[in-house]
């Protein structure tokens, strides 16, 4: 199925709407209104130029590099939304973007859709994209909980080791409080699936013709993984930043989160 240029244009008169009532109430979004859609439409655009050349190229070496570029603008985009301004710890997020997407999204390939050339455009791209689309908003209220907790509350980890905890020890505290902050979310969207918000993959499979079996199955699969994937990609990440948020002495080098 594909959306003629009328079907485009028809599809951008929907936005007289939203832009009417903005007017009409002077809500003083206009600007930011516009700003918004012509930020979409092109960040699509240039995102749809890209993966139309990786899709025709199908080369293993290119997928995985699309793949190594979509890890570091998820990471920049998690770190920039969790609220951290130094950019040397953005490097663990990165990292624990990468390595999770491609542990567990390797895994969804191979094991749970038996994929016979899991690296092949068509499978990688969406699996791993969907992966790390759904780490972002997570892992950023994690790792600002975890990040904060370290810049405002340094004294209890002062307190903990002065009185003779391991590093690890006083370091739990606040690697439990930052993995909670990451279960919550998560474990809400699986628990209550809205009608048109959380299964938008479902409707997705439904209307490009997929058996509805199959697009349950799907949907249930890819939100297990994507569960999966988040916390993992937070352990792996928090376990990077000790490299970062300690000195060779396990000393705390005061991280400053914005905000």
């Known amino acids: 199925m594909e959306i003629s240029i009328v079907g485009i244009v028809l599809g951008l008169l929907l936005l007289v709407v939203p832009v009417y009532l903005v007017y009409k109430f002077r809500l003083g979004l206009l600007d930011q209104t516009l700003v918004a859609v012509v930020k979409q439409i092109a960040f699509l655009s240039v995102l749809g130029v890209c993966l139309y050349y990786v899709y025709k190229f199908d080369s293993v070496l290119l997928n995985i590099a699309f793949v190594i570029l979509m890890a570091v603008g998820s990471g920049v985009l998690t770190a920039r939304r969790g609220r951290i301004r130094q950019a040397r710890f953005v490097v663990p997020v990165v990292v624990g973007v990468l390595l999770s997407a491609l542990v567990v ?21 969406p699996v791993l ?21 370290l810049a405002y509350h340094h004294q209890l980890y002062d307190y903990l080791t002065g009185n003779g905890a391991s590093h690890e020890e006083a370091v739990r505290y606040f690697v439990r409080k930052a993995l909670g902050r990451s279960f919550t ?52 990440t928090l376990l990077v930043a000790r490299r970062y948020s300690f000195d060779e002495y396990s000393r705390l080098t005061s991280p400053k989160p914005i905000g």
């Open 185 to 236: 979310p998560s474990l809400s969207r699986m628990a209550y699936v809205l009608v048109g918000t959380t299964p938008v993959m479902l409707w997705a499979l439904l209307l490009a013709g997929v058996g509805v079996v199959t697009a349950v199955e799907l949907q249930i699969m890819v939100t297990i993984a994507c569960f999966s994937a988040s916390v993992l990609s937070l352990a792996v």
């Open 129 to 149: 994209g969907l992966l790390m689309g759904c780490m972002i908003e997570v892992n950023a209220k994690a790792l600002s909980t975890y990040y904060m907790g």
């Open 105 to 125: 999204g390797l895994y969804f390939l191979f094991f749970v859709m038996g994929a016979k050339n899991p690296f092949s455009a068509r499978f990688l791209i």
